[in-house]
């Protein structure tokens, strides 16, 4: 039991740090002041980072407008892999 434990609290410090470092991301893109090439470059960090996540975080709230900004201003193939997870 005591393995299976540290499994899942690391498995939930993993998920903690990919919320927040979403959220942060997410929230510098959707900045009025962000420019262009800045933006492309955060989309893609931040695709990259929900990239295989994508079908838990759509469950969270919060985490799931991360996600809406990937669709917002990511690429078109961004768009259709997340439509595929």
Known sequence: AGINLSKRTAAL???ERVAREA??????ILQKTAKSDER?????????????????LAMKHDLCRTI???FRFGSDSEKNSILKE
Do not use: I, M, P, T
């Not at 931040?46 to 996540?53: E, I, Q």
């Open 13 to 15: 410090e993993e998920h």
């Open 23 to 28: 959220k942060k991301l997410s929230a510098s």
């Open 40 to 56: 492309k470059d955060q989309v893609l960090e931040l695709f990259n980072l929900l990239k295989g996540k994508v079908r838990s």
């Open 68 to 70: 809406q900004c990937c």
